[in-house]
T-cell receptor, first 115, second 112 residues
Framework: AQSVTQPDIHITVSEGASLELRCNYS??????LFWYVQSPGQGLQLLLK??????LVQGIKGFEAEFKRSQSSFNLRKPSVHWSDAAEYFC?????????????FGAGTRLFVKA | NAGVTQTPKFQVLKTGQSMTLQCAQD?????MSWYRQDPGMGLRLIHY???????DQGEVPNGYNVSRSTTEDFPLRLLSAAPSQTSVYFC???????????FGDGTRLSIL
């Protein structure tokens, strides 16, 4: 079975600064990788996904993520953060298990943006 | 486009009561799942279904039952509610396993 670790419970960045949110996974093969964002009181919205191919993937709202097999990582980045990016971000790993396909989420990283 | 619809949005139960959280999707998605979200723990998979008539357990299945009699509906049943089941519950669906999931708006459940 797979597992996901998001080492940072919360991160604070200044508006306009760059952002990197960390995600590490554990799985024997290359899994399906996702980043989702959740605004307060809302459900989750997909930012981007990686299945195969180019290891640098582009998503919505100016986000990108890079899959690094050697480090078992899928870190999310944004070159310039806007105040509206303040939210909670979840990394998720999908993989085939004996009972079928499962998607497991990390504990989340809450992003605070200061003016 | 309704997407994934969860009802109710809020519910308060007493310990020992039973309840069904409803989830319906209108996208003809085969894959559906239930998660609970607790502070500091992210979303934990309760049960999931890869198609009508097929369900399986996730990470935290104890205390919950599911069934999938149609493609559209995937209800979650609490047979005897416990305070530890106080949480926000999210239902999600996708075209198939491995595809990005569409989430409902959640059901906030409090058990006294």
């Amino acid at each position: 079975a797979q597992s996901v670790t998001q080492p940072d419970i919360h991160i604070t960045v200044s508006e306009g600064a760059s952002l990197e949110l960390r995600c590490n996974y554990s799985y024997g093969a290359t899994p399906y990788l996702f980043w989702y964002v959740q605004s307060p009181g809302q459900g989750l919205q997909l930012l981007l996904k990686y299945f195969s191919g180019d290891t640098l993937v582009q998503g919505i709202k100016g986000f990108e993520a890079e899959f690094k097999r050697s480090q078992s990582s899928f870190n999310l980045r944004k070159p310039s953060v806007h105040w509206s990016d303040a939210a909670e971000y979840f990394c998720a790993v999908g993989a085939l298990n004996t009972g079928g396909f499962k998607t497991i989420f990390g504990a989340g990283t809450r992003l605070f943006v200061k003016a | 486009n309704a997407g994934v619809t969860q009802t109710p949005k809020f519910q308060v139960l007493k310990t020992g009561q039973s309840m069904t959280l409803q989830c319906a999707q209108d996208m003809n998605h085969e894959y559906m799942s239930w998660y609970r979200q607790d502070p500091g723990m992210g979303l934990r998979l309760i049960h999931y279904s890869v198609g009508a008539g097929i369900t399986d357990q996730g990470e935290v299945p104890n205390g919950y039952n599911v069934s999938r009699s149609t493609t559209e509906d995937f209800p979650l049943r609490l047979l005897s509610a416990a305070p530890s089941q106080t949480s926000v519950y999210f239902c999600a669906s996708s075209r198939q396993g491995g595809q990005p999931q569409h989430f409902g708006d959640g059901t906030r459940l409090s058990i006294l």
